[in-house]
């Protein structure tokens, strides 16, 4: 048992009331591994929250206990424990952080390798796959139970943020732990028609609106699109559906880096996605530029500015790496 994992489990076993955050726009690894916790500290007895400034994504509804997550309360709150998980900063927790009035223990869990260690115990772990296997190696370690609920949580986590097992980060050790779960008896075809054959329609015509413009650089390795706010007002989708769009770019023949730019709601922030297909080609470092961050082969910012500032400056940043890299 490494010294995280015992830290963490001592304080899950000593403390009474808890508090589960991870970053807003979740994703599946967010919210399954969000939700894993939730559900593992339930099964103890304990008094548990979790919070998220942006509701679960429709998807993700058949998780179990996916309703105990709710939006932050107008007053704040005291815990004995507060876990952020899934979250490299913690800005990326939003107005979650101001409502906590009060807290024993400070617990971040996380597999970004930009992440800044903001809290009193920061458990990182870079080389995972998904934040849903260190939660996983918290249970397995720790001597908890692992139940078929805890496992469907953790399964829809890893599944998620390894392209169902197909991106680079998927490891024996992975695919070791996926096996596990599913020996608890979870259902995977059912789960993975939930998440990844259940799509709204709107999300479809958002998608032909944004092919319908997408366009090749650097020599046809560079593949790039928008997604508009007229975009989702003609096609009625909602930001959560643009969960794995830059797929389509990122699976183009010959492109080594893809680029999902967003018009955000805030007027002036572009959002933008960034995946590499290529071991020499690190987004991750391309978005730190821009204030973000993630991983060696995703990675995201936020930047400031209109369209025709934002969309310039960042292919110059992805044409720089490509030509450091020698490609």
């Not at 309703?67 to 815990?79: L, N, S, V």
């Not at 990326?92 to 809290?119: C, E, P, Q, Y």
């Not at 796959?129 to 805890?150: E, M, N, Y």
């Not at 599913?182 to 709107?202: D, Q």
Request: hydrophobic fraction near 45%; aromatic fraction near 8%; glycine fraction near 8%.
């Amino acid at each position: 048992m490494n010294d995280f994992s015992q830290q963490i489990a001592q304080i899950i076993r000593q403390e009474k009331s808890f508090l589960i955050l991870t970053h807003y726009r979740p994703d599946g690894d967010a919210i399954g591994s969000q939700l894993a916790l939730v559900l593992l500290l339930r099964d103890l007895g304990k008094t548990v929250e979790a919070w998220n400034d942006d509701d679960v994504p429709a998807k993700f509804h058949f998780l179990p206990g996916a309703k105990i997550i709710t939006r932050p309360p107008a007053t704040p709150k005291a815990f004995d424990v507060v876990i952020s998980i899934d979250a490299s900063n913690w800005q990326r927790v939003g107005t979650a952080a101001d409502k906590i009035a009060g807290k024993k223990h400070f617990i971040n869990i996380d597999h970004h390798v930009s992440n800044d260690k903001f809290a009193e115990i920061n458990w990182i772990v870079p080389e995972s796959p998904a934040s849903g296997q260190i939660a996983f190696d918290l249970i397995k370690r720790g001597g908890f139970k692992l139940t078929p609920a805890i496992a469907q949580c953790l399964f829809a986590a890893i599944s998620t943020d390894t392209g169902s097992f197909m991106f680079a980060n998927t490891t024996a050790e992975c695919l070791r732990v996926a096996a596990e779960l599913v020996e608890t008896g979870i259902n995977v075809g059912e789960l993975s028609r939930h998440i990844y054959e259940s799509y709204p329609y709107a999300r479809l015509r958002m998608l032909q609106m944004a092919l319908a413009d997408l366009k090749l650089t650097d020599n046809k390795r560079t593949a790039y699109f928008w997604l508009t706010k007229d975009m989702f007002t003609n096609s009625g989708a909602k930001r959560e559906d643009t969960e794995g769009l830059i797929d389509y770019a990122r699976a183009i023949e010959g492109v080594i880096v893809a680029i999902l730019f967003e018009e955000t709601e805030e007027a002036g922030k572009v959002r933008i996605s960034l995946r590499s297909k290529h071991p020499k080609v690190d987004v991750n470092s391309i978005a730190r530029h821009f204030g973000g961050g993630g991983h060696k082969e995703a990675a995201g910012a936020r930047l400031t500015g209109t369209t025709k500032e934002v969309e310039p400056r960042v292919l110059a940043a992805v044409t720089a790496a490509l030509h450091h890299a020698g490609i």
